[in-house]
């Protein structure tokens, strides 16, 4: 995994160490339900959730420089929303920040950078981001980060006790990306 910077973020690989920091807001209502999982109960429920993350090898931790801080998570995750597009190089792109920093732009400029390296470096032709229907702040920053709504697919969250959701699917294309 690369580490990847922007003007006041990094990207980087999760590590054990960042157990406390992933707790401070993983343990929140505001978070995990955002995103699809409970809460965590501990800060060793943590430490397994970064040990996957390791062993997935497709989620980075995101540092503010300034505290030199884990402040939130994001994935580049081999997904296929839509199987009519199975056939294509593409990924999607999860996120979830602590709430203590929201309002920032930090997450829209986490995802321009990963959509950056993604379509640079990995030479992806499509990227998904999706939100659930309930979840406005992720809706603004889709928006803002050039994703153009798609289609709305009716899910269960195995991780939320099969609850069920309309997830709101939206995608970039190389090509859109790079010439905005």
């Not at 707790?23 to 959730?49: F, Q, T």
């Amino acid at each position: 995994m690369e580490i990847l910077n922007s003007e006041r973020l990094i990207l980087r690989e999760w590590g054990e160490r960042d157990s406390s920091d992933l707790y401070e807001y993983a343990k929140s209502d505001l978070v995990g339900p955002n995103a699809g999982w409970k809460p965590h109960k501990s800060e060793c429920e943590s430490k397994e959730i970064i040990k996957m993350f390791i062993d997935n090898n497709d989620t980075y931790a995101i540092v503010l420089k300034s505290e030199n801080k884990v402040i939130g998570g994001i994935g580049l995750h081999n997904r296929k929303p839509d199987e009519k597009l199975y056939d294509i190089e593409q990924r999607e792109i999860g996120y979830v920040l602590n709430p203590r920093y929201w309002g920032n732009g930090y997450i829209p400029e986490a995802v321009n950078c990963l959509i950056n390296y993604a379509f640079n470096e990995l030479d992806l032709d499509l990227i998904w981001c999706g939100h659930f229907d309930f979840n406005n702040n992720s809706k603004r920053v889709n928006e803002k980060c050039g994703f153009k709504y798609k289609f709305t697919k009716d899910e269960k969250l195995k991780l939320l006790d099969n609850k069920e959701v309309k997830t709101l699917y939206y995608n970039i294309l190389k090509s859109e990306y790079i010439n905005k």
